[in-house]
């Protein structure tokens, strides 16, 4: 029998995602689509971090300018669900990225 480790119960970026679209087993039911795109813009920072393509200084200016616009979309329409998410992808994305590129650092 397998042994579960914190690290497998925590969230990934995909799945804070797919909650920041609504989508899926994340989804509230309250639906904000102005702040849609910005899942897809958050997948394509987390690809440069996959991929190694990006520094950790660029790492946080993207996801300083991500967070202050998506909130900025959200507005009034679910403004504390979406900024715990966002809250949650920056936390994320910069684990995901010392896990990867810790040799970068």
Do not use: W
């Not at 899926?24 to 689509?33: D, K, L, Q």
């Not at 440069?48 to 507005?75: M, Q």
């Amino acid at each position: 029998m397998a042994k579960f480790k914190f690290e497998d119960l925590q969230p990934h970026v995909d799945m804070l995602c797919d909650a920041l679209e609504n989508r899926g087993a994340s989804s509230s039911g309250v639906p904000n689509e102005k702040v849609y795109p910005q899942a897809q813009a958050y997948r394509n920072l987390l690809a440069k971090v996959r991929s190694k393509t990006i520094s950790g200084y660029d790492l946080e200016l993207f996801l300083h300018t991500l967070k202050n616009e998506t909130l900025e979309l959200a507005k009034n329409n679910q403004f504390h669900r979406i900024d715990k998410i966002v809250s949650a992808l920056d936390f994320y994305m910069r684990k995901e990225y010392n896990s990867i590129c810790s040799d970068k650092l």
